[in-house]
């Protein structure tokens, strides 16, 4: 639930980046953070493990303007990947307003993608939350390893394994080069913003 201050005026939304390790959902906020430089309240934040790989999260606030007379501001956060962080995982999604989950299009990255969305649906419940009731998009990312003939999952195929029953919108992406970085970012935040409007009075 979005943290809404009267006194201020200010609403901050919370929108986490989610799925499997090494999947671009870092690489995703570093794109937006190089984009966005100009329009950010603060700095990134990353917070790395000895093998620098993602511990906790990159905390990204900007402003988006007001809405109601409130101003806005959005909270971007990653999680850590690896199963061993999963308790890190349930902290960090207390309190979400939107997710986007990362899928790698790596063919030999199905299954983890799956275990990772199921895991996902399982973080939420101990925050007595509903991904079906969440502003949610997919993002599958990669999507240029084709270009270097590595084997990738098909899109219908993500579909199927992911979003056949939520029904989410969907992009193919390159984090890595910035290709539907921006649009999967401003997709989650429009849906997040209109789930939140009725919270505002």
Known sequence: MALVNVKTKEVQVKIVYYGPG????????????????????????????????TLFFDFLPFDVGKIKGFQIVIQ??????????NETRKVVLGGVDGIVFVADVQLNQRKRNIESLNQLYENLKTHQLDLFKMPLVMQYNKIDLKNQNIPIIPSRIMQKDLNSHLKAPAFEASALKGGNVIPTLKRIVSMTLASIQDELF
């Open 76 to 85: 971007l956060y990653t999680v850590p990947g690896q199963v061993k962080y």
């Open 22 to 53: 090494r999947g671009g959902k870092t690489t995703n906020l570093e794109y937006i953070n190089k984009k966005y430089r100009e329009r950010l309240k603060t700095q990134m934040v990353s917070l790395k493990t000895h093998d620098d790989r």
